[in-house]
């Protein structure tokens, strides 16, 4: 009786599997390979490195620019006419890219790690390519709050990349591969190790210099809260302790002056619907009965702006929804009730209008009638300042234009409303020695209001002081002594660590180099057609050689599971895709030859 006897029995290698076929649709065992990455792959590499570090930038970008994300909104409605949301289709595809190409990131990594040649796949590339067009010439990145932190995580991530680095250097016998990858490797890390000399933070400062807190001004009020622009609004800021309140200001027609961003009404009121033909008309050609007639709360139940709406009580949304234009005389007298400042930007009306030549008497009447005290009013025009003086003497003279704080004192100039963006740490303190107040606008995020208060900034306008009187203190602030601790700490860590990975990963790795003779066959078949090289690829898995398969096996999936755990941790949505990953029928199979060739 004939015995038949199987030919191998041998490990799965799923994990492996995983890494080769995901990154570049080599699921069969044969066609994975040990064999030095071609130069046009290692292209590739770099390539995605190249993009992983552009996306991280941009998604860094868009993590910063969330305090402007209403200011973009609004500029997105002027240029279109319609209103929506337009941070979130942005925010979905940098985070759907950043996902996928940290995911491409990590399993070339792990391919580094075990050894195994750089093949990515036709259809990552293409990825690749519109992930760099897409990108490029639309960065900015502004580190100065967070530049200690992002110098720290740059440290860990180039400490724990040492590991590759080791291995791949005690791996190779080319000694000028060694050379350059070490001289790469270690001038980035000495780069890393005196990055602090270059970095300056605000934060970074002694406690005993830290200016009082930077009053609060409601910019529109409180408009997370409530419909910008309107009386509710207002209350609302005051109810979050401001010390003051901005607002936009147009005149009607009949030389009211009211508060309105826009120079339509379409966005912030009913107009389309109660006068549908002129919905595309200058806010400044209604009088103020057909102004006041409109409801100007709706939109915001409608909208959602803020997504604040779902979490606002029954007896709340009937108000909002009731709101309607507000007058200035309204926000003045609100103002005087309670003592608190009032700035405005004033719009001058179209060239026919019949206030184009009073539109400052106007406004200065209606400040004269509203009772309140002229010291409470900034005055932002430019247009006959001398003249202003004249007739109220008391008011606050403020340039909306970044001038030498010579220059304002010769016009009289007390105080400055600027842009955040506008006036740098230096810049702050320039004016503050001259007696200058700075108000800086729009400041919505806690870290950006942290670093202004570091800079010495006296005042800051914001739509969420909602948000801004949770923040009694700044979120950091360190002495440079404590920093310089902090800078040499990490330093002599990280350079302990990558000394001991290097010398670990030499010992471990000196006794693993054998040599198959077709190993040697297999390398040397590099003009023999592709048939006859698979069939070698299968007479090695059959050599009866288990032991590096077990080796290359547990380190696959010790890679795999760190990697999983840190692209989880950095892309929590990415659960959701886990069945779609596992779904796949090569992962679960049990004898890998059961493939077709």
Known sequence: MVKHQPLQVYERQLCLSCLTGIYGCRWKRYQRSHDDTTKWEFL????????????????????????????????????????????????????????????????????????????????HKVMLKCAIFGVMGLLWSPVQATGPFLHLGALVAVTALAWLVA???????????????????????????????SITSPCIMDHANLTPRPDIIGHQGAPMLAPENTILSFQRALQMNVSGLEADVAISFDGVPFLMRDRTLRRTTDVGKVFPARQLDDASSFNWTDLHSLNAGQWFLKDDPFWTVQSMAQREVMLVGNQSVCSLEQLLRLASLHNHTVVFSLRRPPHRHPCYHSWINDTLEVIRLSGIPQHLVMWTPDCDRGQVRQVAPGLQQTSVEKLPPQ???????????????????????????????????????????????????????????????????????????????????????????????????????????????????????????????????EKLIFSGK???????????????????????????????????????????????MTFDR
């Open 407 to 537: 220059v304002l004192h010769q016009q009289g100039i007390s105080s400055l409303l600027l842009r955040y963006s506008q006036a740098s740490p230096y810049d702050i303190q320039e004016f503050s020695r001259s007696n200058v107040s700075v108000t800086l606008y729009t400041v919505n995020e806690p870290w950006l209001f942290s670093v202004l208060w570091c800079s010495g900034v006296s005042s800051v306008s914001s739509e969420a002081p909602n948000i801004l009187r949770k923040v009694p203190y700044p979120i950091w602030l360190m002495s440079p002594d404590e920093y310089c601790l902090i800078w040499v700490a990490a330093d002599l860590i990280s350079f302990t660590v990558v000394v001991g990975i290097f010398v670990f990963q030499k010992w471990r790795l000196s006794g693993m180099h054998s040599y198959n003779p077709e190993q040697i066959m297999l390398s040397a078949a590099v003009r023999r057609s592709s048939r006859d090289v698979n069939i070698m690829k």
């Open 167 to 197: 291995g791949q250097v005690a791996r190779t016998e080319k000694i000028r591969f060694q050379v350059v990858v070490l001289l790469l490797y270690l001038s980035v890390l000495l780069g890393l190790y005196m990055a602090p000399l």
């Open 44 to 123: 590739w590499s770099l390539i995605l490195f190249f993009t992983f570090s552009l996306l991280l930038v941009w998604f860094y970008f868009w993590w910063e620019a969330h305090n402007d994300f209403s200011e973009f909104n609004w500029f997105l409605y002027n240029r279109s006419g319609e209103w929506s949301d337009g941070t979130v289709p942005i925010l979905a595809t940098t985070a759907a890219g950043f996902t996928y190409i940290a995911f491409l990131m990590i399993l070339a990594l792990c391919h580094i790690a075990v050894g195994q040649q750089l093949n990515l796949h036709w259809l």
């Open 546 to 592: 288990e032991g590096p398969h077990r080796e290359e096996n547990w380190n696959s999936c010790v890679y795999c599971i760190v990697c999983w755990c840190l692209f989880l941790w950095l892309c929590p949505s990415t659960l959701k895709c886990l069945p779609l990953l596992f779904s796949c029928p090569y992962l679960f199979t049990t004898d890998l």
